[in-house]
C-alpha cells in the first residue's frame, strides 16, 4: 500500500457521460498530481494541485476539471465522455512543490467508456 | 517544455544478463531524474533517481548514471532475474515540479 488511495479501481461507463475520480494523498503530502495512461501515449500529465491551488496544468482536455479540497483529496472530474478517454487515471502525491522526494503513485482508476 | 525520449522500447535479455536503458531530455534546467517500475496492473514505483549534481548512483543491483552534457541518462540492472520483467519509466522534472515521462521500455527477463 503506497499511502495513496484512489476510487473507484474500475469504472464502466457509456460514452456522453460524466464521472468523479477521486484521491487521497499520502498523509503530509500536500501536493497532487493526475496523470493519464494509454497504451500508445504513456505517462501523461494532466493537472497539479498544492495546497488546494492548481500549480501547472499539462495536456488535459476541456472537457476534464479538477480540484484539490481543504481535506487535501482531489477529484478529476471527465464529462461529455468519448471512447478515446477509456485509460488508466493515476493519482499521485509529493510532500511539498519541489520533488525533495520525488512522487508516489496511486494504483489507479481503470476508466472503460463503452 | 521537458521532452523525455527512451530506448528501447522493448527488451529481452536472459536471465543473469545485464540490461541497460537509455533517455534523454530537452530540457537543461532539468535536475530530477528518476526511474519508475510497472509491473503488469500495478502502480508505477519508485526504484531510483538522480540528480543532476551527481553522475552516477547506485542501489545494490540497479545503477542510474546522468550525463549533464549530453543531456542523457540510463537505467543499468545488473545479474537480471525474472521478477525484474516489467514496464520501465524514465522522467525528467519539467518545471513546477511536474515530471515528464519517457514513453516506457517492457523488459523481459527469460529463466
Known amino acids: 500500500d503506497s499511502g495513496v488511495t484512489q476510487t473507484p479501481k474500475h469504472l464502466i461507463t457509456a460514452t456522453g457521460q460524466r464521472v468523479t475520480l477521486r484521491c487521497s494523498p499520502r498523509s503530509g503530502d500536500l501536493s497532487v498530481y493526475w496523470y493519464q495512461q494509454s497504451l500508445d501515449q504513456g505517462l501523461q500529465f494532466l493537472i497539479h494541485y498544492y495546497n488546494g491551488e492548481e500549480r501547472a496544468k499539462g495536456n488535459i482536455l476541456e472537457r476534464f476539471s479538477a480540484q484539490q479540497f481543504p481535506d487535501l483529496h482531489s477529484e478529476l472530474n471527465l464529462s461529455s465522455l468519448e471512447l478515446g478517454d477509456s485509460a488508466l487515471y493515476f493519482c499521485?502525491?509529493?510532500?511539498?512543490?519541489?520533488?525533495?522526494?520525488?512522487?508516489?503513485f496511486g494504483s489507479g482508476t481503470r476508466l472503460t467508456v463503452v | 517544455g521537458e521532452n523525455v525520449e527512451q530506448h528501447p522500447s522493448t527488451l529481452s535479455v536472459q536471465e543473469g544478463d545485464s540490461a541497460v536503458i537509455k533517455c534523454t531530455y530537452s530540457d537543461s534546467a532539468s535536475n530530477y531524474f528518476p526511474w519508475y517500475k510497472q509491473e503488469l496492473g500495478k502502480r508505477p514505483q519508485l526504484i531510483i533517481d538522480i540528480r543532476s549534481n551527481v553522475g552516477e548512483k547506485k542501489d545494490q543491483r540497479i545503477a542510474v548514471t546522468l550525463n549533464k552534457t549530453a543531456k542523457h541518462f540510463s537505467l543499468h540492472i545488473t545479474e537480471t532475474q525474472p521478477e525484474d520483467s516489467a514496464v520501465y519509466f524514465c522522467a525528467g522534472d519539467s518545471g513546477y515540479s511536474t515530471l515528464t515521462f519517457g514513453k516506457g521500455t517492457m523488459l523481459l527477463v527469460s529463466p
Open positions: 499521485a502525491s509529493s510532500v511539498d512543490v519541489g520533488l525533495s522526494y520525488g512522487y508516489t
